[in-house]
């Protein structure tokens, strides 16, 4: 973000205080705040007791002796399947409906806590019956499907650890994950809807299993994968590896129905999900079962004013992502929400879709990122306005900052001019909401993610580690450890430390450049670190360089992360081509064939809107890439600075062959 955009952020005045109605009848009071200053390891355990089932009581609420590897409730234990799903049924609310599932073309299932307590149950026999036990992990590369709720879900039942991959990434990407996490099995699909067609699954997860991959001596290194279990959703053909392959309807409709949640120590590994960091490999983050349940059921039931006997909530995420596991899986199930959950494209087949959904459930609580409300706005209202979104109680928004003028559209548009706006802050990292307004007690303020959440401590330091004073600005930081805070990197613990760690000691560096206006209120500024957020997913300018230069056309290349209308930002690429090949395809062929290739190396989401084919990079003497110039062209702006560069002139000549 510029320097322009934040100040107009601080002027941004408008108040939006909570109508008298909602704040009577809302689910979080001030209570919170104030019994989590009292007392803030004392509030997370009432929480957790309140909103858990514990098998075993725990006695000690955080052990931070091994930090930054924190525990959370250590000696209690639970099953976190369990608590999504059998309580529930054994409360009575077995008919109550848990998932409204939408399939792209229309097709649709309704699944109450009876029938995916079932569903879960037989999942897990079949895990089990296929060697899946306590400490394996499992890798789930599906659409958002029931089954990849129910995997999910039958994986934690057993004590299994699931690595969920995000189904728009490509086999090299698939495999490296697997590789990492040394999966046993892989549960897929033959494919599933996207925009009016079948997306092909199952060959990918066939290309990235076939890859031939070597250490560091040249042995090749064979994957861990037993199994793929394939569920049949797009009826696409698909290729079958016999011994290996094995359909999910023929192994279900064999597994046994009953199956006993046994209890699990509160840290145990529930999941590892990988993120873009500031190098080149992604990183898997850990997440554990008890402290995560604990703060993700919290937080939607507080942040979402939750109301489950009366709700129905929809977060869009896919299930892919953090957001989809918190806030489409664990934190729903565990507070017994009835959720509706979408397949496909938000415009497809026509572009009311959404609205669609929301008018035909009654979605009452809608949870979605910035990027979709400024493609609604581009749209037009009239779009909207064609269903009856008046079942809308609360908006959340997540991903990006969201910029006022999105705000006050979700508002009018989707929100009919009084539906509060929850802006919350999070990470993967972080596990659950950090920083949110609370509808019913927040006064809100378009672009403001304002308040950290009641039992968490967040501040905003300067480079030296001191706080800012209100006004001033600079790295957000979150000063005490929280539940569903990450464990650890899978595999690399010096990496861990060294990303998270090693800025402030043991307050966590989030990443992130931050505000705080006169009352004290959090504007988030965009990443401080070589990571891009496109459309609220964050992607590696390292990893995506890396991809680049696997071409055998490019000599060198340099990513950056440009200002985007609609996807907050925006890849851009400037390639340096190798001069054997220079004179091979024009330019313009040569950006066609990388962009392409960004995508199957990494994934669609990935692939560059620009590549710019260069003659030279801006380095500085020493060699760095000047990343904040290529920046200042991808954006049309003058250029800065450029004395620091060895050769001055390489901006002029960049600059001229664009306006050229
Ligand atoms: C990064 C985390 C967990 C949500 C999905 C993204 C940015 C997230 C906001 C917000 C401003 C936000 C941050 C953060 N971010 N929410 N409400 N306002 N920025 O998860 O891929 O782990 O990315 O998304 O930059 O560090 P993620």
Redesign the pocket.
């Known amino acids: 973000m510029s320097a322009d955009s934040i100040d107009n952020l601080l002027r941004e005045d408008r108040r939006f205080p909570p109508s008298e109605s909602f704040a009577a009848a809302a689910v979080a009071t001030s209570a919170l705040y104030e019994s989590a200053a009292t007392d803030r390891l004392g509030f997370w355990a009432e929480q957790s007791r309140n909103l858990l089932t514990w098998q075993k009581d725990f006695t000690q609420v955080l052990d931070w002796s091994g930090a930054p590897v924190a525990k959370w409730f250590a000696d209690g234990e639970l099953n976190v399947a369990y608590n999504c799903l059998d309580r529930h049924v054994e409360a009575g609310l077995g008919d109550r409906v848990a998932i409204h599932w939408e399939g792209e073309p229309g097709d649709t299932r309704t699944i109450t806590y009876a029938q995916l307590t079932a569903d879960v149950k037989r999942a897990a026999n079949m895990l089990e019956a296929l060697g899946v036990g306590d400490g394996d992990t499992v890798a789930i590369y599906l659409p958002n499907v029931p089954e990849a709720v129910i995997a999910m879900l039958a994986v934690a039942r057993i004590g299994a650890i699931h690595s969920v991959v995000f189904g728009g990434f490509s086999a090299e990407s698939l495999r490296s994950r697997i590789d990492d996490a040394s999966a046993k099995l892989v549960i897929t699909a033959d494919g599933g809807w996207r925009k009016g067609k079948v997306s092909p699954l199952k060959p990918i997860v066939d290309g990235a299993l076939a890859l031939q991959k070597f250490d560091e001596h040249g042995n090749e290194t064979p994957h861990t994968v037993e199994h793929v279990l394939v569920v049949r959703r797009g009826e696409n053909d698909v290729d079958w590896t016999d011994g290996r392959d094995l359909w999910w309807h023929e192994q279900f409709a064999t597994a046994a129905s009953e199956h006993e949640a046994r209890a699990f120590e509160a840290e145990h590994p529930l999941f590892i999900l990988y ?2 960091g500031t190098t080149g490999k992604p990183k898997g983050i850990l997440h554990t079962s008890g402290g995560y349940l604990t703060q993700v059921a919290f937080t939607h039931r507080n942040i979402f004013d939750l109301h489950p006997e009366s709700d129905v909530f929809w977060c869009t ?1 896919d299930v892919g ?3 989809g596991h918190s806030y489409v899986v664990y934190g729903p199930l565990a507070n017994g929400t009835t959720s509706v959950l979408y397949e496909g494209t938000p415009d497809t087949p026509h572009p009311g879709r959404w609205f669609e959904i929301i008018e035909k459930y009654g979605v009452s609580l809608f949870y979605t ?1 910035p990027t979709a409300i400024r493609s609604f706005m581009k749209v037009g209202r009239q779009v909207a306005d064609d269903f009856d979104l008046s079942s809308i109680r609360v908006l959340g ?6 910029n006022p003028e999105a705000w006050i559209w979700y508002r009018d548009v989707v929100g009919g001019g009084s539906a509060p706006i929850v ?8 596990g659950a909401i950090m ?1 949110s307004a609370l509808p019913g007690i927040t006064t809100t303020k378009p672009g403001s ?1 304002q308040v950290p959440v009641p039992g968490i401590s967040v501040e905003v330091l300067d480079e030296q580690g001191v706080t800012v004073l209100p006004g001033g600005g600079g790295l957000l930081s979150i000063t005490e450890p929280w539940p569903s805070m990450l464990r650890g990197i899978w595999g690399d613990p010096e990496r861990f430390r060294e990303t998270y760690w090693s800025k402030f000691g043991t307050k966590y560096f ?3 450049g931050a505000r705080r206006d006169g009352d004290g209120d959090i504007w ?1 500024l ?2 401080v670190d070589d ?1 891009m ?1 496109v459309s ?3 992607l590696s300018t390292a990893e995506i360089e890396s991809a680049l230069v696997s071409h055998p056309i490019v000599a060198e290349s340099a990513v950056v992360g440009a200002a985007d209308e609609t996807t907050g930002q925006a890849v851009v690429a400037f390639v340096v081509l190798r001069a054997e090949h220079a004179g091979g395809q024009s330019a313009d062929e040569a950006s066609v064939t990388l962009r392409t290739h960004v995508a199957q190396s990494i994934g669609a989401i990935a692939r560059p809107r620009q590549v710019i084919i260069v003659e030279e990079l801006p380095k500085t003497r020493s060699g760095k890439i000047m990343r904040r110039l290529l920046q200042d062209v991808a954006e049309g702006r003058a250029v800065g600075d450029t004395t620091t560069l060895a050769d001055t002139s390489v901006m002029s000549i960049i600059s001229a062959q664009l306006s050229g």
């Open positions: 993120t873009s995420a992502w953090i957001t990122a928004s997540v991903g990006e900052p969201i802006d919350t802050w999070w990470q993967t990292e972080t920083i993610a989030a990443g992130d988030l965009g990443r990571v957020n609220g997913h964050r």
